[in-house]
């Protein structure tokens, strides 16, 4: 008999000589395996079954003319995305020139993430190994099914038809380009260019190419706090700028001669035009659209701009953010300064403007500075002609919502005009002696202010810079191999001692740990937080500050003395695990202003809580029972939330329905600024199933909840729309969608619903033929005086998101574009 000690002994060093062994067969094995499966597929391409991976470099799909490489691409610290660019064959440049990426807003890691072209046909990119962080959502059972790139540069999967050609495509990137546009790539209504956020972080930033819903190929801006569409010339008409509305067509393409053909009636040559040079038409991180050649220098390629939107780039909206002046000179390019009292946001990013060094400047104690040759196009809330200065200050000063005025000779009018202006935005330096900017600051900062040349300022506009991508991954030993031995072993020698060991090993090794993690594709940011972290930071739970039916909001302040909103989950026997899976794996998706943002998440054991921003005003609900909010602040709200579920609906990489719009759901910050939250009964899909949903059970807030739910009809974005109308309904109103009443025999009675009250309200005053039935309609409580005419516009928008047919709502994107002229 074998002593116990002696045993335990003799099995520790033939464990750590197994366990040697076995690591290093598992890696020759997996090095092996990759060795024999990542082997270049060059110009064959990808066949079903075959994958690429992203830690061998040689892994990549090579177009046959030698032109495009189609790999794994580094865009941070273990962050790779799948993209195509050109090789260094035909650019003769390190750096490398992006033409398409797949998961531009979702970076895999660096570690077992690959391109897999599964056995159904579905073209699918994992994260570590076992993730689907994105795909093309294809089918096919043909085993000539193949992912090749072509000679255009377009990856393209598809069914080979024996001679090495494809048939009809099953899906191709030229489908869904990024910010590049190449040859012969056909632009349509349904694709969109959208520029990078810098150029170093590929990932999706402010400016975007797309076909407007008048038909129109326009440069849309969607800034940190506006939204504006500044190409073509939004101050001049369609036919003016040589564009046509409402065509039948959406259609344009850069050929490979450099001749832009548009529906629109956009048309135009590159300055080097006719065959030669390869050319790509891009939109870059700074809004303009360029065409580029590959042009040789000194025995080096080198990319050349052959044709530009906007010449002068301080016309491109949100060059230098809000409260800003941009200038432009040939010799230093272009610059940025803040306006006289304001003061910059952020040092690292122009995008961001200036904010007021002054808290605020009331009536009496306000004055004016005069800037030469400035202007900040639009936002415009009054045009004011045949008046003097001293008029249009006298008016400015008595709108506390003014920031100053342009002021001006009109040669055609022959008489003076001034524009009151209510935001400082787009400010740009132009050659125009006869206009003449003023901006209202206090008395003290006029005294001091000493007019200077803008041209002179220090600052320069360097390109907006994000938060480096990291992505973290933890490796995972397979222990089966251990398990297995030790089990053999045991019952080799037939020692009890080993047998005891083993079995006390065995059940250990499989105990789960009250730390093991669940992996979400969360956005670049989030933190992983422990229970106690949270327990600490909220003071074990101790200042409640929101309650629902499956979480408790906590208010609490984390290890950097950041403020936070801990949501805490109810898990009971799963329920609740969906609505929490689906809330992370929504976030991780969306950024945007009007969105809550979300700082991080805790699975440990049965907990389950989300980290979010504190909103120091609280529920948009909380401040209607109180009556705090004037009607400006309220309208600010409704433009923001749609501004939020337009983002959610049109903007992401996936699109989102939030499918539970209403006012417990809209957070205000500290200056009122709405934010979308609660993203529990949210659902993501893909473009191509956008318009086919599929829901297990209705979701939603009675009251708030579109007709499709009741009557089962198909689910669209259109849901979120009747929603947002009735919270702007009630808004307005004052009144529940689902209120009571007490009757006059005692008994409680339904009130008449909102939408028919609303109408039913409108129809009475229009058949009386009153001037207007808004004082009937709007809430008597709600302090502050309001424009009958933008009220009667917001109750107009509110009735067209409430209709019964879905199909007669408008999409979220045209209210917000309703806002903008309302």
Request: charged share 20%.
């Amino acid at each position: 008999m074998v002593a116990p000690l002696d045993v335990f002994l003799l099995t520790l060093v033939t464990l750590s000589h197994l366990l040697s062994s076995s690591s290093s067969s598992s890696s020759s094995s997996s090095s092996s395996s990759s060795s024999s499966s990542s082997s270049s597929p060059g110009s064959h391409g990808l066949t079903r079954g075959s994958s690429l991976s992203v830690e061998n470099k040689d892994n990549v799909l090579v177009s046959s003319n030698g032109l495009f490489i189609a790999g794994f691409h580094k865009v941070g610290e273990n962050a790779y995305g799948f993209a195509i660019w050109f090789s260094e064959q035909a650019t003769t440049s390190r750096t490398r020139t992006i033409v398409w990426m797949a998961n531009r807003d979702a970076p895999v890691n660096g570690k077992h993430s690959k391109l897999c072209l599964q056995e159904d046909g579905n073209l699918v990119l994992m994260d570590a190994g076992k993730y689907i962080i994105w795909s093309t959502h294809t089918k096919s059972t043909s085993h000539l099914a193949r992912l090749q790139l072509h000679n255009t540069g377009n990856l393209v999967l598809g069914v080979d038809d024996g001679g090495g050609q494809s048939t009809t495509p099953l899906w191709q990137s030229f489908d869904y380009p990024t910010d590049t546009l190449l040859p012969n790539q056909l632009f349509t209504k349904s694709t969109q260019l959208v520029s990078s956020r810098s150029s170093t972080n590929y990932s999706s930033g402010l400016y975007k190419l797309f076909f407007d819903n008048d038909s129109i190929l326009r440069l849309f801006y969607n800034g940190p706090d506006t939204t504006t569409v500044f190409w073509p010339d939004p101050g001049l008409r369609s036919w003016e700028v040589g564009r046509f509305k409402y065509r039948y067509n959406h259609k344009a393409s850069l050929d490979s001669d450099g001749e832009f053909n548009s529906s629109d009636g956009l048309n135009f040559k590159s300055a080097d035009f006719g065959k030669g040079p390869q050319r790509i038409m891009k939109i870059d991180i700074d809004g303009n659209v360029r065409v580029y050649s590959l042009i040789e220098h000194e025995r080096r390629m080198k990319w050349e701009v052959q044709w530009q939107a906007l010449s002068q780039s301080c016309e491109i909206h949100g060059t230098c953010g809000p409260n800003s002046i941009c200038s432009y000179s040939q010799y230093s390019g272009r610059k940025c300064s803040c306006v006289y009292g304001y003061k910059r946001v952020k040092y690292e990013d122009w995008s961001y403007g200036c904010e007021p060094e002054f808290d605020v400047c009331i009536q009496d104690d306000c004055d004016f500075i005069v800037l030469h040759q400035v202007d900040f196009y639009a936002y415009d809330v009054r045009f004011i002609h045949h008046n003097t200065l001293d008029a249009c200050k006298k008016i400015c000063l008595q709108d506390d919502t003014c920031l100053g005025f342009q002021f001006g000779w009109k040669e055609d009018a022959w008489a003076f005009f001034c524009f009151i202006k209510t935001s400082l935005c787009n400010g740009y330096q132009f050659d125009d002696h006869n206009n003449k900017m003023y901006i209202k600051l206090p008395k003290k900062l006029v005294s001091s202010y000493h007019e200077k040349i803008i041209t002179q300022s220090n600052f320069s506009c360097p390109h907006p810079v994000s938060t480096p991508i990291v992505r973290s991954y933890k490796e995972i030993h397979d222990i089966e191999p251990f398990c297995r031995f030790m089990l053999t072993f045991g019952c080799a020698i037939g020692c009890i001692e080993i047998i005891c060991i083993m079995i006390f090993w065995y059940y250990s090794s499989k105990q789960p740990s009250t730390n093991e993690q669940s992996y979400f594709p969360a956005a670049t940011g989030f933190r992983k937080f422990t229970y106690s972290e949270l327990k600490k930071a909220s003071c074990n739970f101790s200042q409640e500050i929101g309650r629902g039916g499956a979480c408790i909001m906590y208010k609490g302040k984390l290890s950097d003395n950041r403020i936070a909103a801990i949501k805490k989950l109810k898990i009971t026997n799963h329920q609740g695990e969906a609505e929490f899976q689906a809330e992370i794996n929504t976030i991780g998706r969306v950024n945007h202003m009007n969105l809550i943002e979300t700082w991080g998440y805790c699975v440990e054991g049965k907990h389950r809580l989300v980290v979010y921003e504190y909103m120091e005003n609280g529920s948009l609900a909380e401040n209607l029972e109180t009556g705090k909010l004037d009607w400006e602040t309220r309208i600010d709200i409704a433009k923001g939330t749609a501004k939020g579920l337009a983002y959610l609906h049109e903007e992401c990489l996936e699109w989102v329905l939030h499918c539970d719009v209403k006012p417990h759901n809209i957070l205000l910050d500290a200056n009122h600024n709405p934010k979308v939250a609660d993203f529990g009964l949210s659902k993501l899909f893909n473009r191509s199933g956008f318009n086919h949903l599929n829901f297990s059970m209705i979701r939603g807030t009675r009251g708030y909840m579109a007709p499709e739910w009741v009557f089962n009809l198909p689910i669209t974005s259109k849901v979120d729309v009747y929603s947002y109308g009735m919270v702007i309904l009630e808004m307005i109103t004052g009144r529940n969608p689902v209120g009571k009443r007490q009757a006059s025999n005692g008994n409680e009675e339904v009130e008449l619903a909102l939408v028919e009250w609303v109408r039913d309200k409108i129809q009475k005053f229009t058949a009386s033929r009153m001037e207007s039935w808004v004082e009937e309609i709007v809430d008597p409580s709600v302090s502050g005086k309001y424009d009958i005419t933008t009220m009667e516009n917001l109750v107009r928008i509110a009735l067209q998101c409430v209709e019964e047919d879905s199909k007669a709502r408008p999409s979220m994107s045209h209210v917000v574009n309703i806002f903008l002229h309302v």
